[in-house]
C-alpha cells in the first residue's frame, strides 16, 4: 500500500475515530441526521438502545465533530433538555475522505 501524505493520513484517522465503525454509531447518526432537533430519548425510541450507550455514541459524534448539541429549557418547564442536530458539512467531509481512501 502507498504512503499517505500526513495531511491525507490525519484525516483517514480522524475519519475512523469519528465513526467508529459500529453499526450503533452509525444509525445513532442516521436519527440525527433524520431529524431537525432530536433528543436522546428520540434516539433510544429509534433503535432500542439505553440511555446509557444512546449517551454514548451522542458524545463520540459531538467530539468528532459531526453533530452539535443545544441546550435549552425543556418544553413543559421541567429543567433542561438538549437537542443535536447534524454538521452536514463535516458529515459530507467525512464521507468524501472514505471514499477518496476507498476507491
Same mark, same amino acid.
Given at each position: /500500500?502507498?504512503?499517505?501524505? %500526513? %495531511?491525507? =493520513? *490525519?484525516?483517514? %484517522?480522524?475519519?475512523?475515530? !469519528?465513526?467508529?465503525?459500529?453499526? $450503533?454509531?452509525? @444509525?445513532?447518526?442516521?436519527? &440525527? /441526521?433524520? #431529524?431537525? %432537533?432530536?433528543?436522546?430519548?428520540? &434516539? /433510544?425510541?429509534?433503535? #432500542?438502545?439505553?440511555? +446509557? $450507550?444512546? #449517551?454514548?455514541?451522542?458524545? *463520540?459524534?459531538?467530539?468528532?465533530?459531526?453533530? @452539535?448539541?443545544?441546550? =435549552?429549557?425543556?418544553?413543559?418547564?421541567? #429543567?433542561?433538555?438538549?437537542?443535536? +442536530?447534524?454538521?452536514?458539512? !463535516?458529515?459530507?467531509?467525512?464521507?468524501?475522505?472514505?471514499?477518496? @481512501?476507498? +476507491?
Amino acid at each position: /500500500m502507498p504512503e499517505l501524505p %500526513d %495531511d491525507d =493520513a *490525519a484525516r483517514l %484517522d480522524e475519519a475512523c475515530i !469519528a465513526i467508529a465503525a459500529t453499526p $450503533a454509531r452509525l @444509525h445513532t447518526l442516521r436519527v &440525527v /441526521m433524520d #431529524g431537525q %432537533d432530536v433528543t436522546a430519548k428520540d &434516539v /433510544m425510541q429509534a433503535l #432500542g438502545l439505553t440511555r +446509557s $450507550a444512546v #449517551g454514548y455514541h451522542l458524545a *463520540a459524534l459531538t467530539e468528532a465533530g459531526l453533530i @452539535h448539541e443545544r441546550r =435549552a429549557t425543556h418544553p413543559r418547564g421541567r #429543567g433542561p433538555i438538549i437537542y443535536w +442536530s447534524a454538521d452536514r458539512e !463535516a458529515i459530507h467531509d467525512l464521507r468524501d475522505t472514505l471514499i477518496q @481512501h476507498l +476507491s
